[in-house]
């Protein structure tokens, strides 16, 4: 089993940055450089949505939804087998939980139904 924990969360203004992680941990997640990992948010009333992607790949590529390009980054430092979001120049609208999702693969997706392990999320609340 994998476990992914969230932290970073927290209340900040419009403009503010933060950074969350996501831990990986469990017996069967030896490799966290194979799995692809993703960062998704759910504000209230709202679906799920992809925010950002990083494949298990060492290219350096990264994917995200146009409403954060250019003010988040997705990171990943396999020695830690953890994953980072940088957040900065938050705005209101981007207030939701955040949560991560993992899943050994060879691709990456923006849909949530492909990852296979998710974490309990964390929130993020920016002011105006």
């Known amino acids: 089993q994998v476990q992914l924990v969230e932290s970073g969360g927290g209340l900040v203004q419009a403009g503010d940055s933060l950074r969350l992680s996501c831990a990986a941990s469990?017996?069967?997640?030896?490799?966290?450089?194979?799995?692809?990992m993703g960062w998704f948010r759910q504000a209230p009333g709202k679906e799920r949505e992809f925010v950002a992607a990083?494949?298990?790949?060492?290219?350096?590529?990264?994917y995200y939804t146009d409403s954060v390009k250019g003010r988040f980054t997705i990171s990943r430092d396999n020695a830690k087998n953890t994953v980072y979001l940088q957040m900065n120049s938050l705005k209101p609208e981007d207030t939701a939980v955040y949560y991560c999702?993992?899943?050994?693969?060879?691709?990456?997706?923006?849909?949530?139904?492909?990852?296979?392990?998710w974490g309990q999320g964390t929130l993020v609340t920016v002011s105006s």
């Open positions: 469990g017996r069967t997640f030896s490799t966290f450089s194979t799995y692809a």
């Open positions: 999702a993992a899943r050994q693969s060879m691709t990456w997706s923006m849909d949530p139904s492909w990852y296979q392990y």
């Open positions: 990083i494949p298990r790949w060492s290219s350096g590529s990264t």
